[in-house]
């Protein structure tokens, strides 16, 4: 008989750790004058009605995955993206101190939007050079790839061989990809509110498995 070569089906490597990247839903709209709540620095809104649906879309998405850790950030609007999951699985989150957004220094608290809107001319620059330090007082498109490759390479030594779910941020998962991939920091900026993202980490070596997962958002 003769011998038969199927095509793999792919399984993350011995002592990866898979990880789901969550965007957070979305949050409160920006407006003029009224700044948001804040954070140690960082603009830390609550979600908006949107948001809270697509909160409970991921939920049920991923209520029959089994988890190893949910990781959420300091900011509010990841714990509570993250709190229908939690609830299905009937586990508690662990905030991670690395993986929040990144630091809009003057423009943080909802200015941000409004100065993209707006076109201003430090917001064109730091999409054409990629460097987040182009707005004032900001962080470095470098200080934030550093800590966030420091947090997922924390997250991926402490669950070889496991899954976990990660509630984070746009620019977070813009970073994981252009740091796995080698391209430009804002290559995969736009991650959907409440898309999943797929990373397989072994060691150094990062594996983009999937990219703004939306099919459970149908509808909303």
Known sequence: MTQEYRQPVYHPPKGAADIMLIR??????AKAGVDFPMKDGHGNPVLHPQGERQAVAVGERLKNSTFACIYVTKLQRTHQTAAPLLGHLGMQSVEDPDL????????DGGLYRIKAAQGDPAFDRMRETGEWGEIPGAETTAQFHGRVKR??????AAHADERVAVFVHGGVI?????????CGPFTFGGAANGSISRLVITGDQMAVRGFNDISHLEGL
């Open 24 to 29: 957070h839903g979305e949050s409160m709209p």
């Open 100 to 107: 929040h957004e990144v630091h809009l220094g003057d423009w």
């Open 151 to 156: 947090g997922l390479a924390r997250v991926a």
């Open 174 to 182: 813009a970073a994981a990809m252009s740091i796995a991939t080698g």
